[in-house]
């Protein structure tokens, strides 16, 4: 019992540590957004779901820079991921219907 209750608090460590920079990229790539370099906004988003594969917000700024880098296929998958998150999340299929 206490191996299996020390796994899980080592488990939920890691995934506390995964999420915190996941967060921290996703921030990164809004900044980078804001200062037009969509190309390293897209890859700060990309990190970002790499380590949270279920980050809705993140496939959704994603969406928004590969837009402005007319990469409106790319686009769509992005807002799609969205969708298939968050289905009450208006803004996905706006922006997937705007790509």
Known sequence: MKKIFLTFIILTMFASCALATALKDYESG???????????????????IKKNA??????????EAQMELNLYDEAIASFAKVISLKPSFADGYYGRGAA
């Open 30 to 48: 809004k900044k980078a957004f804001e200062s037009k370099d969509y190309a390293a906004a897209v890859e700060y988003y990309n990190s970002a």
């Open 54 to 63: 279920k980050y809705a917000d993140a496939y959704y700024s994603r969406g």
